[in-house]
């Protein structure tokens, strides 16, 4: 089973700056990696797709990068609204699995 | 609009059943693969089982097979779990969520619905 760990658990960061949030995978997933929001008391929604891919809809300021076993996710110009806890995913092979999530707290 | 509606959530004592059912809408139901996501209370998120879009194949984690079941009908855009001999560990909200392969990202999420197993 392949195990994605995040770093940081929890970070408070003022509006406009960026914040990079890294997910490491305990084998190779080549960019079989992707990233999602979750705001409190909602669903998760896919932000990027493949590790660097934006999904339909997603805000510029949200971006993507890496492959093999590090990757991380970028939010340029952080806003009032991305207070959320983000979570990695890898597909590359069953059982699926994510990681434990970094809880973003906007001062 | 894409949307996905989950119902079926209860609460169940432990060694119950229930069925979970999933709605679809707004997209092409029988092109996406399908799957179901678990959040225990203030926890993370846990994929529990899939099945692709057409030929039907099912896949499922450690922790569930053999008690649960992975349905879905095409003609009705619906998705469906059987949970068996329910366990308290298995108390999570409930997410469809769907994608267009069975190994892929998640693309829709439907708003979840809470199971709950205590006596």
Redesign the interface.
């Known amino acids: 089973e392949i195990v994605l760990t995040q770093s940081p658990d929890f970070q408070s960061v003022t509006p406009k700056e960026q914040v990079t949030i890294t997910c490491r995978a305990s084998q190779n997933i080549v960019s ?1 990696l ?1 990233w ?1 929001q ?1 705001k409190p008391d ?5 932000l990027i ?2 590790a660097s891919q934006p ?1 339909s809809g997603v805000p510029s300021r949200f971006s993507g990068s890496g492959s093999g076993t590090e990757f991380t996710l970028t939010i340029s110009g952080l806003e009032a609204e991305d207070a959320a806890t983000y ?1 990695c ?1 890898q ?11 970094t809880k973003l707290e906007i001062k | 609009e894409v949307q996905l509606v989950e119902s079926g959530g209860d609460l169940v004592k432990p060694g119950g059943s229930l069925r979970l059912s999933c709605e679809g809408s707004g997209f092409t139901f029988n092109s996406y693969s399908m799957y179901w996501v678990r959040q225990a209370p203030g926890r993370g998120l846990q994929w529990v089982s899939s099945i692709s879009s057409r030929d039907a194949l099912t896949f499922y984690a450690d922790s569930v097979k053999g008690r649960f079941t992975i349905s879905r009908d095409n003609a009705k855009k619906s998705l469906f779990l059987q949970m068996n001999s329910l366990r308290a560990d298995d108390t999570a909200v409930y997410y469809c969520a769907a994608g267009k392969q069975p190994y892929d990202a998640f693309d829709i999420w439907g708003r979840g619905t809470m199971v709950t197993v205590s006596s």
């Open positions: 079989s992707h999602y979750q909602q669903s998760p929604k896919l797709k493949y999904f979570y995913h597909s590359m092979s069953l059982p699926c699995s994510f990681g434990q999530g």
